[in-house]
């Protein structure tokens, strides 16, 4: 459509808490002892009000909510986020809610709870099915856990998404192959791939930057 005005469009929602700090990730993320939750309930309410005024008559198609660790969100939050969304845009008949979250972080309870406040969609940071890789990245999950995980998102939601991450450190042709096959296995609605680079201001890019200055 050539008037983009008129268009729909997407919503992401950041939540930039998590429970540890990956060495490879630099993304506004952050490990907290405590977060008030309810402030931070607020401050995303005032966000879609200020948005909404904005966007007025506009679609809403899509809302994802990443992170950092959402399913580390209270389902109140979710829930209250959600509703004022709801007040605020016209929504698709076919919209698609996603949240993403970690292996460690799920269950089931929560997970009903999210769909009850209208999550269609979870996104699983699964990242590696290989435990020595698992570790390297500083994941603190284990493969099994990350099965559990996705039997979990299954029964939930009928869509479901795995995260890989490849070109990780000495891993082959032959083992990427392998761990692609697994991933297919389980029948999950999408996959997503990405590359693992090394980014300045990471656990990653320091050690990279010591070993060769």
């Not at 909510?65 to 007040?87: C, K, N």
């Not at 998404?161 to 392998?178: F, G, K, M, P, V």
Request: proline share 2%.
């Amino acid at each position: 459509m050539d008037d983009w005005r008129h268009a729909g469009f997407g919503l992401y929602i950041h939540w930039p808490f998590c429970q540890s700090k990956c060495p490879y990730c630099d993304f506004n993320s952050h490990v907290a002892a405590r977060i008030d939750q309810t402030r931070w309930l607020q401050a995303f309410q005032s966000e879609i009000d200020r948005i909404g005024t904005l966007t007025q008559g506009r679609i809403l198609n899509t809302v994802f909510f990443g992170g950092g660790t959402p399913s580390l969100m209270e389902a109140a939050t979710v829930q209250g986020i959600l509703d004022r969304i709801r007040a605020t845009w016209t929504l698709a008949n076919d919209i698609e809610i996603t949240l993403e979250a970690n292996p460690g972080s799920v269950e089931a309870a929560r997970f009903e709870s999210y769909a009850k406040a209208g999550v269609n969609r979870v996104s699983l940071g699964i990242q590696s099915l290989d435990p020595e890789d698992l570790r390297r990245l500083g994941r603190m999950h284990s493969v099994d856990e990350a099965a559990k995980a996705i039997a979990v998102a299954q029964s939930t939601f009928d869509r479901v998404s795995i995260d890989l991450i490849y070109a990780r450190q000495n891993q082959t042709l032959a083992a990427w192959r392998d761990e692609l096959h697994r991933a297919l296995d389980f029948g999950t609605s999408h996959l997503s791939l990405y590359q693992l680079t090394i980014e300045d201001g990471t656990v990653f890019g320091q050690t990279t930057n010591h070993v060769t200055t």
